[in-house]
């Protein structure tokens, strides 16, 4: 069964540490891997897209990892900032009679206090 | 900018009634989603469309419908709501089918709550 299983399910960190998000899934075929972030009462919002070849990118603040063997990806969080504050959320695509499918983890609600 | 806007932020409806949800999207994509997101189940497909008048069911479309008459527009409906329909409903777009093109837009979300 195709699955996106993220943890942990919700994290409290303090202003300007560092944290790491975990994605483990059970997609195949795979296409590629999104991290989205979602702030309370949005749409999500795109963070990175990686494909099968491709084990790190990074935006600002933002890294996620792929180890395509394992299948497991992380977001890691650089010196974490109020605005952080939202919903992460895993995607994996596949491919799937000529489409592309989206499979969705439940996220993770990440708060960042003061 | 890319742009996926819903027609309402906050709905209210009664049991019963017909409830139509609208999307907009302004970057020519070919395909359209709608999903619903319910805390713990992340989100949940209802139906998708690569075409106009074309139409899929997703992996939860009972009690939904859609209609896909332009390119840009994406309307989900409720033919009789429900209370276990209250939920957040996003829609999305998506660049045109092809093998690693699949950077999906969601919209900001309607969050739908039948009495």
């Known amino acids: 069964k195709n699955q996106v299983e993220q943890s942990p399910q919700s994290l409290i960190i303090l202003e300007g540490k560092n944290c790491t998000l975990q994605?483990?899934?059970?997609?195949?075929?795979?296409?590629?891997l999104r991290w989205y972030k979602q702030d309370t009462g949005r749409g999500p919002v795109s963070l990175t897209i990686?494909?099968?070849?491709?084990n790190t990118k990074s935006n600002g603040r933002y890294t996620a990892t792929l180890d395509a063997d394992t299948k497991q990806s992380s977001l890691h969080i650089t010196a974490s900032q109020l605005s952080d504050s939202a919903s992460y959320i895993c995607?994996?695509?596949?491919?799937?009679?000529?489409?592309?499918?989206?499979?969705f983890g439940a996220g993770t609600r990440l708060a960042v206090h003061p | 900018d890319v742009k996926v806007t819903q027609s309402s932020r906050y709905l209210v409806k009664r049991t019963g009634e017909k409830v139509f949800l609208e999307c907009v999207q302004d970057?020519?994509?070919?395909?359209m989603f709608w999903y619903r997101q319910d805390p713990g189940l992340g989100l949940r497909l209802i139906y998708f469309?690569?075409?106009?008048?074309?139409?899929e069911k997703g992996d939860i479309p009972e009690g939904y419908s859609v209609s896909r008459e332009k390119k840009e527009r994406f309307s989900l409906i409720l033919e009789s709501a429900s209370t276990n329909q209250t939920s957040m409903y996003l829609c999305?777009?998506?660049?045109?089918?092809?093998?690693?093109?699949?950077?999906?837009?969601f919209g900001q979300g309607t969050r739908l709550t039948v009495v």
């Open positions: 994605c483990n899934y059970t997609v195949s075929p795979f296409s590629n």
């Open positions: 469309s690569y075409d106009v008048k074309m139409k």
């Open positions: 999305a777009s998506g660049a045109p089918r092809r093998q690693g093109a699949t950077e999906a837009f």
């Open positions: 990686m494909t099968f070849s491709e």
């Open positions: 970057m020519d994509h070919e395909n």
């Open positions: 995607v994996v695509s596949l491919l799937s009679g000529g489409y592309n499918k989206l499979i």
